[in-house]
């Protein structure tokens, strides 16, 4: 016992060394240090510490109503209607409103959004996604028992990784996932202690993805584990790349050929801005590649409430859709997911919205269509916005932004600025990010937060901030880079 | 490739055989075979078959919305405006419903509940959260850095034991849990591949607990594992008693003794009903025993939205307090959570409200206060009816129902039966509970589901469903039993 009566470390039950090894290798960079201090940032602001700018402009993470993005009337007028049913009584809310609210409450235990509901999610929302995707896909078919409802997609995910992580040393799980990557995936994949195996998208490309890498990593792979599965995240996160329906289709190809599991991430299914690109689902081309591999291939797809036009993440609302799953390893998820008892409730009932939005003809349709159609208007000019401005600045490389919500730019490093990282015990565009909020107040996430190839460095930035902003925060990052550079040559 | 097209067994990657294989040790039966029974049953009545009864009662889980318990009004009034706050314009809403809604809008991101909360949970709910507990446990310090807001209790309970999980073989982290147990610990336990370790509560003595019980636990567990943390489960889950001060300070002294972690799930704390029984927090008497204990022992306790008064299991709300925790391994825990981004924001709103309620002098007060009142008294009165109408049954023996939601009784089987059971592979608590399901539509879990002594068995029922039809369940029972008895006789 210490003199003030705490506890010695070394006595303490929990320590750092004496936890779960597994957890300490877990890394969240869209929530890590540099948000961290944007956090602290804000509160020395509000504490009136001066800095040479007003506010702290966040860029670091896909959260559109943050960003001052309006929820869908609909959506929130249904939603008001679940929790306090007595409006329905209300003369001020729209027939399709009611209707939909009451539906939902019908499918609830004892009509109430607080029972629980079954686990794999409410019968007739599921029933709904089953339709939607059905319409989404021109006509294959969905079966409702192969929807999961989850909280959010990154529950989905890292419960299908849970399921797939087996063996030992070399026969230990694989999971392949392309570089740079979403760090939702790392961090399930350190914490389950499976084998990350990194595919490199191609920047010179457009971050497109070639089959002959995807070939070279397997194989590498092969050799100190057991590749099981293979994740695509499309649109991409955190590099803005929409697929084309042959890299899907020869995607689809290579996991038949080489016996994969394959999750695919949709979540950005209706952020697609760029001229010439379209939203493909997997399921959709697999089955149109034939019975040889729509009777073969085991697809898992997620969805989210979280993106696309509605950025209702602070429901934890999503789905995922299971094909060719064995039978007996459904009946094992099933039991895993009930041991949480059920997602919330609320976000199930957000996705039933989000499948099932006002149709033609029902009253709340136009005011609906309006609300949809200017989000992804302004998302699609803000791509291109960032896109142009960001390629103006000397030293700043940016793809377009085809689709979901961010921009990767590579940014070139002076030497200097690369040594002073390193004496900082720093990565390179860690120091450069820390520096740019510690300037300017804009709050990104470095590239090596997400993967990159040896000796390049990128930032995410997400879009989503209102186009003014947008501007003010572009502008900024280019005055900052040139005198970052300037400063470090 | 088989004649129909469909994958065979062996060409697939995920099967049973290759699967997570601690994933398939996970049971949970709660929601397991005799619930997905009786789901079907309950299709089967809807399709016109004819069965010996109308309807399924299930008294197998503790949702109490879907048992027809009201919401509480107040609660619903906030949630319907955070969720649509073009609400707050109109004037049926009481002032401080509007108050509430709009400070935790204020709270929000954009000021929409559609925003990502920090990982930890929304400010301002964990200072209404750490007032709370200040308030609880009569002017003990609470500070919101040690709140964390969760997906109901079992994410918080699941998290903290896999932050605990460590070593191999017998360095292997064991997890003291009472028997009879929730299933959610075994199976949190077999899903991280801990080692349970079972101590067993006193029947005899109305489910106490007895020290010398953890003593020979843990001295037993020793020999084969790294015994490392004690749950317990107060008031109690599946057995419901109410721990007495003496037997919590007697934990307390335990866990200080021999270097355990203590997990307190607290979050029946409002259910007490039996004379002489009061509720005594965890933390309260850890402070009230002096710096000795309050400087050293790590404590996590749990609560949750889902049971009390509200029973608001949908919305999947909840929150840990944790104490005396390494500051390093807080780190770890805030990463860790923050990969799952946060919990979600309604389940937030909610346990806001259910810490911070209707004020008195405040407008909706009173029918707080009455809809609070109603609710646990019908519950004390359930659980008075229950153990009354059961110990009236030959061959069944029901310890007082002194908290929680359950009862727990002991039930006698005739060998025939046992042999029976064991005939059809069943245990046998599980052939009587299906025999029951199948021939009066009544939902209970078997105690095998929960863990009993070898030789003993039980059932576990909810006390929730309206009184009249419990009257009705709790006759149908009596006369099963002993129709079942002597058939098997």
Redesign the interface.
Known sequence: ?SQN???P?H??????D????N??K???A??GPIVQRA?QIEKELKEGVKKPFEEVIKAN?G?????????ITFF??V???C??PK?LD?N?FPEDVKNRARRILQA???N????????QGIDCVRQDIANFIKRRDGGVPSDSDNIYLT??A??GI?TVL?????GEGRTRTGVMISIPQY??YS??IA?LGAVQVNYYLNEEKCWSLDISELERSLKAAREYCNP??LCIINPGNPTGQVQSKQCIEDVIRFVAKE???LMADEVYQDNVYAEGCEFHSFKKLLFEMG?EYS??V?LVSFHSTSKCY???????GGYMEVI???P??KA?LI??V??????????QALMDLVVNPPQQGEPSYNTFIKERTDVLRDLAEKAKLTEEILNTVPGISCNPVQGAMYSFPRIDLPERAIKEAEARSQAPDMFYCMTLLEETGICLVPGSGFGQKDGTYHFRMTILPPTDKLKILLNKLKEFHEKFTKQYS
């Open positions: 016992m009566g705490a506890i470390r006595e303490r039950v929990l320590t750092v004496t936890m779960n090894p957890v300490k877990v890394e969240y869209v929530r956090v993470i959260d559109a109503h943050a960003m001052g993005q309006r929820p929130r007028q939603m008001a209607l929790a306090y409006l209300d001020k609830c235990g004892g109430s959004i607080g029972a629980y509901t079954t686990s909280t959010g990154s529950d890292a849970k399921l797939l992580t087996a760090p939702l961090a399930a914490e099981r599965v016996n994969l599991f019975p009777n073969k085991e509605m950025g209702e993440c602070g429901f934890r060719n799953m064995d007996d390893v094992q039991k895993l009930s041991v949480r008892l059920c997602p919330p409730a609320p976000g």
